[in-house]
């Protein structure tokens, strides 16, 4: 059974950075797409970044100051964020999605699976 732990959250000042963290286990890292959403409080939870098959898809939103990565080696997904906003703030969540789709910007297939989240705030 696929599980997705999150770490890296907290408070950041305007303009600063934080790197998150997801430890992947229970399935085949390396064959899934691994994306990151994020829900703030009264709106849908949306896709930020997604990589698949060395393909990278962005949400247009944060284009140029969010960079996702993968440690296959590590069974670890990263998301590097600068230039943090305000209305970046939000609870951020790790998918695992078998379907490569959702790197293409094509949607989730449904049988993909969630962290817990992990909260980020942006705020002087």
């Known amino acids: 059974q696929a599980q997705l732990v999150e770490s890296g959250g907290g408070l950041v000042q305007p303009g600063g950075s934080l790197r998150l963290s997801c430890s992947a286990s229970?399935?085949?890292?390396?064959?899934?797409?691994m994306s990151w959403y994020r829900q703030a409080p009264g709106k849908e939870r949306e896709l930020v970044a997604s990589t698949a098959n060395s393909n990278t898809y962005y949400a247009d939103f944060v284009q140029g100051r969010f960079t996702i990565s993968r440690d296959v080696a590590k069974n670890t997904v990263y998301l590097q964020m600068s230039a943090l906003k305000p209305e970046d703030t939000a609870m951020y969540y790790c998918?695992?999605?078998?379907?490569?789709?959702?790197?293409?910007?094509?949607?989730?297939?449904?049988?993909?699976?969630w962290g817990q989240g992990t909260q980020v705030t942006v705020s002087a």
């Open positions: 998918n695992a999605d078998p379907y490569p789709g959702v790197a293409y910007g094509l949607g989730r297939s449904g049988s993909d699976a």
């Open positions: 229970g399935f085949d890292f390396s064959r899934y797409a």
